[in-house]
Antibody, heavy 124, light 107 residues
Framework: EVQLVESGGGLVQPGGSLRLSCAASGFTFSDHYMDWVRQAPGKGLEWVGRTRNKADDYATVYAASVKGRFIVSRDDSKNSLYLQMNNLKTEDTAVYFC???????????????WGQGTMVTVSS | DIQLTQSPSFLSASVGDRVTITCRASQVINNYLAWYQQKPGKAPKLLIYAASTLQSGVPSRFSGSGSGTEFTLTISNQQPEDFATYYCQELNNYPLTFGGGTKVEIK
């Protein structure tokens, strides 16, 4: 079964750091780009960032709201995706989802696989 | 950045209704548009990609259309399990923007 399982969420003070993990199973993780998406309580979805695969040099792209504070990384040997979140702000409070995009013909077409999400609360 | 405007933000529908949701992009995004369904406390579920291609396993009462800057998600025969929030997403440019969502409630 294709599956993504996030972990690492919790309560952190403003200015603090947290590292989220996403464990992948049921597919060849190393072949795929991977993304993080978040959803603040009662709000819509916001794309956070992406890591490409080895073939595309593991290049990363970020939303402006997190660029310079968040780092997306991966460990293909562990089938795992990570989100290192630094200098956290109250507005980063959200459920964080990892997602796998479907790709063909060199383009991403949609996020076809999602994890269940992990809650991050930034509060003093 | 591309802005996606969904309308309406809320709609009330009855079982059996035909429901239409619109997503307008601030720039041309060709057909790099996806639609998702999300229920409370759950992850989004992919319904449509490439503007009009039905994801495997999704009921045929869901359909998507449009190109360029205007897109539509239609539910042809609203079922009880279809009451949820729907989001569009563009994948033509970074950032990969989502629309603001449309909550479909029971009338």
């Amino acid at each position: 079964e294709v599956q993504l399982v996030e972990s690492g969420g919790g309560l952190v003070q403003p200015g603090g750091s947290l590292r989220l993990s996403c464990a992948a199973s049921g597919f060849t993780f190393s072949d795929h780009y991977m993304d993080w998406v978040r959803q603040a309580p009662g709000k819509g979805l916001e794309w956070v960032g992406r890591t490409r695969n080895k073939a595309d040099d593991y290049a990363t792209v970020y939303a402006a709201s997190v660029k310079g504070r968040f780092i997306v990384s991966r460990d293909d040997s562990k089938n795992s995706l990570y989100l290192q979140m630094n200098n956290l702000k109250t507005e980063d409070t959200a459920v964080y989802f990892c997602a796998r995009p479907m790709r063909h013909s060199g383009r991403s077409w949609a996020f076809e696989i999602w994890g269940q999400g992990t809650m991050v609360t930034v509060s003093s | 950045d591309i802005q996606l405007t969904q309308s309406p933000s809320f709609l009330s529908a009855s079982v059996g209704d035909r429901v239409t949701i619109t997503c307008r992009a601030s720039q041309v995004i060709n057909n790099y548009l996806a639609w998702y369904q999300q229920k409370p406390g759950k992850a989004p579920k992919l319904l449509i990609y490439a503007a009009s291609t039905l994801q495997s396993g999704v009921p045929s009462r869901f359909s998507g259309s449009g190109s360029g800057t205007e897109f539509t998600l239609t539910i042809s025969n609203q079922q009880p399990e279809d009451f949820a929030t729907y989001y569009c997403q563009e994948l033509n440019n970074y950032p990969l923007t989502f629309g603001g969502g449309t909550k479909v409630e029971i009338k």
